[in-house]
Every structure is written in structure tokens, then in C-alpha cells.
């Protein structure tokens, strides 16, 4: 994989606390996976960045080897994977999203 | 592109041979998936590296042919 996505990847998750590499943006997501992840962060009142792989075609095939993760969208907390749409809905229906957010010192809407 | 459901079931199968599978096809369009494996491969894993397995078993495919697979991801109570 070309170094300088990487870099740019990783300068993302390192610079801002909760990013979210998704097809649209927050406002507009264009698809169901991803906006359903927006959903839940809204939900729990955690800011966060929206990368728009749609209009960055580098960055949306780069990240599928950054992360070895072969689908849209992914969600990363302090620089850490933690999944895509599956996963992040199960942590938060079992309470462990809120839980990673406390844990990482991310504020979360009480 | 589809995907047939016993492929998808045959491709894990051959990675993960203990693997439970059930799969249901949410739309009857052959597209969208949700895949429930359960297999002792997965104890001490976290859910990502489980989905990880999951995904290598079917060798590329997720996210080309197969557009929506929902995985849930499991190992087998004692």
C-alpha cells in the first residue's frame, strides 16, 4: 500500500478522538451501514469526525489494508480499530460502546 | 453480483470445519446476508479478529461479490 495514505490514515486517527471512515458524511450518509453507525453515535452524544471515502477513493481502498477490514464503514476510538456496522451495533446494544467511550475518556451524553 | 448462501456456508465450512453456520438471506435478492457462525476457533478472540477469520474464509469476496453480509459471531458455550 502506498506509505503516504497510510500516513494520511493515520494522521486521522490520531488527531481526532472518534473517527468514522463512511460512505457520505454525517449529515448525508449514503448508505444504510453507515448511516446506521452515525445513528448510534448521535445517539449517545459523541463527537466525531466523518472521513467521506466516497469522494477520497485513496483513502476507501487504503483503509481496508490499514485495518485489514474489507467493508465501509469502520469506526476507530484513540486511534484503535473497533469494528464496522455489526459490531459497533452489538457493543451498543449490550452496553460496551458506552462502556469503550468511558474507558477511553471519550464523553458520552449521560 | 450474488451469492449463493451454500457458497457462503461451503467457504467458511473450509476454513472454520466446526463452524455452525446459519444464514438467511434478508431480501431474497441473494445480496444481502446476515451469517450467524459459531466455532470453537473463535474462543479468546475478540469480535473483530472473529469477523477477521470470517472474512478470510471467504477469500476477498466481502466487500466485491458480496455486498451485505451481517455477521454475528460467536463461541460455543461449554
Known sequence: ??????????QNITETPVVLFMKG????PQCGFSAAVVQILSHLG???????????????????????????PQLYVKGEFVGG???VREMFETGELQQLFEQKGVPVRA | MAMDAAMIERLIKESLPDAQVSIEDLRGDGDHYAAHVVSGAFRGKTRVQQHQMVYQALRGRMG???????LQTGAPED
Do not use: Y
Request: with cysteine; charged share 25%.
Open chain 2, 64 to 70: 466485491n461479490e458480496l455486498h451485505a453480509l451481517a
Open chain 1, 1 to 10: 500500500m502506498d506509505d503516504n495514505v497510510q500516513e494520511r490514515i493515520r
Open chain 1, 46 to 72: 459523541v463527537k466525531f469526525k466523518g472521513v467521506d471515502v466516497l469522494s477520497d477513493p485513496e483513502i476507501r481502498q487504503g483503509i481496508k489494508g490499514f485495518s485489514n477490514w474489507p467493508t465501509i
Open chain 1, 85 to 87: 456496522c455489526d459490531i
Open chain 1, 25 to 28: 458524511s454525517p449529515v448525508f
